[in-house]
């Protein structure tokens, strides 16, 4: 199967900026697109920005210009990292920050969506 990694989250003053990074493991076979989804106490879970297998990206447009997405690729059960570079935050970019992949793994072949754990994003006044 496919297990994702998060890292990066923390405190940081409103104005500031902070990286999260997300590797992708496991018998993979291929992944497609990979991104960034967030989730505030009682709201759904929003995509935040989000990367393709060929580099397109998308954002929501509450984060268009402040942040950013890239991706590294590999090969077969090699690790994919993608990464969330977040500047200008402010108050509203605190929650739980979620990696997901788009993912097929070797066994089942069956292509499903694969989530983090999730990481704390908290921006201070």
């Known amino acids: 199967q496919v297990q994702l990694v998060e890292s990066g989250g923390g405190l940081v003053q409103a104005g500031g900026s902070l990286r999260l990074s997300c590797a992708a493991s496991g018998s993979i076979f291929s992944i497609n697109a990979m991104g960034w989804y967030r989730q505030a106490p009682g709201k759904q879970r929003e995509l935040v920005a989000i990367?393709?297998?060929?580099?397109?990206?998308?954002?929501?447009?509450s984060v268009k210009g402040r942040f950013s997405t890239s991706r590294d690729h590999a090969r077969g059960n090699a690790k994919n990292t993608v990464y969330l570079q977040m500047n200008s935050l402010n108050l509203d970019d605190t929650t739980i920050y979620y990696c997901?992949?788009?993912?097929?793994?070797?066994?089942?072949?069956?292509?499903?969506?694969?989530w983090g754990q999730g990481t704390q994003v908290t921006v201070s006044s």
């Open positions: 997901n992949a788009d993912a097929i793994p070797y066994g089942t072949f069956a292509r499903r969506d694969y």
């Open positions: 990367v393709t297998s060929s580099g397109n990206t998308n954002y929501a447009d």
